[in-house]
């Protein structure tokens, strides 16, 4: 193992980082922030979009942080050629020491040579497991593909392919940040959405594991040219469309829209809705404003409100909207950069307890 990380020590040890976690390449420097106020030391970044750091406990999920590899292990390529059963032995050493279904989630960084290197990543972890076999010929019988995997103790072997090397770590299902293989929801694409927005959308709807059904009412605030109201009229609900540029849709999924050209961040509904919904090119401050009037008129009880990041300086642009948000009662709220996201983070919303209007 490379002095990059370290397989069974618990935190920190010789300098090497607890933590591995990756993010958008160009929010590095944003998660280096969070992670620092949040009491982590920050060891380095990548320009692939990995930051380590050093960490006492598992805090978080983080904002920026798209996937983690806790008490991570690191191989560079050299190190690599050719890959060693001692190699397979120490990655998978959790699963050759219990009896445990296990699974592997094999991935890239979110570096621009990911396209590349995913078929690579897929070799490497085939060719350790086909050696770690032959230690333990059971491990075969006890892996599930990663969806398959659901007992909260189940091991996930992370192997994550970077430009420079592997990053590899064992963690539990039950303690994984994110679930998802690299934390990378990737959403398909309907070809009747006006825009690639209907992407996040549909995102955030996953991860709040639960999404509009049927003759739900939706307000959608900066919501031209449609994709996220789009998203809500395929599920027959009833959608106010709230900007001054054109819907650019037609047909029959417009019976239940009405567009209103006018201003969505003083706009208030008449009575109280089932979602807002909102993506409007406005500063973290009027967002946070129209988060606070949303939240304090109690006027929807379940919310998808995109806030758009600064050129510079996110997080203390962002750490309001936190502040804010952290203070509510009633509600379970996560704000996280979404795979789909850009220069953007998402709140998510779900009122808990009295669910009726
Ligand atoms: C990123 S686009 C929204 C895309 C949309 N969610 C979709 O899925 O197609 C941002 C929109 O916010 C609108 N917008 C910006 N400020 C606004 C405001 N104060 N009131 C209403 N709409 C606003 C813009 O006109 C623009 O159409």
């Excluded at 993010?23 to 930051?51: F, H, K, M, N, Q």
Aim: hydrophobic share 40%; proline share 7%.
């Amino acid at each position: 193992m490379s002095a990059k990380g370290t397989m069974t020590g618990k935190g920190a040890t010789g300098g090497k980082p607890s933590h591995a976690f990756l993010c958008r390449p160009e929010c590095c420097s944003d998660l280096a922030d969070e992670l620092t106020d949040a009491g982590a030391r920050v060891t380095g970044s990548t320009p692939t979009g990995i930051v380590t750091a050093n960490l006492d406990a598992e805090p978080g999920p983080f904002v920026f942080e798209r996937q983690r590899l806790s008490r991570p292990s690191f191989l560079s390529n050299c190190e690599l050629q050719p890959v060693t059963s001692e190699q397979a032995a120490a990655i998978l050493e959790p699963v050759l020491a219990s009896d445990l279904l296990w699974t592997t989630h094999v991935y890239t960084s979110p570096t621009p040579r990911a396209p590349r290197l995913s078929a690579r990543a897929e070799g490497i972890a085939a060719a350790m497991i086909r050696m770690a076999r032959k230690q333990r010929r059971d491990i075969e019988k006890r892996f599930r593909p990663p969806q398959r995997l659901r007992r909260e103790d189940g091991l996930v072997v992370q192997f994550c392919l970077d430009d420079d090397g592997l990053w590899t770590a064992c963690t539990p299902l039950g303690d994984m940040a994110c679930q998802v293989p690299g934390g990378i929801f990737r959403m398909k694409f309907d070809d009747l959405a006006p825009s690639r927005s209907y992407l996040k959308i549909e995102e955030a709807f996953v991860r709040m594991t639960c999404e509009p059904v049927e003759r739900e009412t939706a307000i959608d605030l900066g919501a031209a040219p449609g994709g996220w109201s789009y998203a809500f009229l395929k599920r027959d609900c009833r959608v106010t469309a709230v900007d001054h540029g054109p819907m650019k849709l037609d047909g029959e999924v417009t019976a239940h829209l009405t567009h209103l050209m006018a201003n969505g961040i003083t706009y208030q509904p008449d009575k109280p809705v089932d979602w807002l919904a909102a993506d409007m090119l406005i500063p973290p401050g009027v967002a946070l404003g129209l988060l606070r009037r949303w939240f304090d008129g109690n006027w929807m009880r379940r919310a998808v409100v995109n806030v758009k990041l600064p050129q510079q300086q996110c997080w203390p642009a962002i750490k309001p909207v936190l502040i804010f948000l952290r203070g509510i009662r009633g509600w379970n709220i996560h704000v996280r950069q979404l795979y789909h996201d850009r220069r953007e983070v998402t709140v998510m919303a779900v009122r808990t307890g009295q669910e009726a209007l």
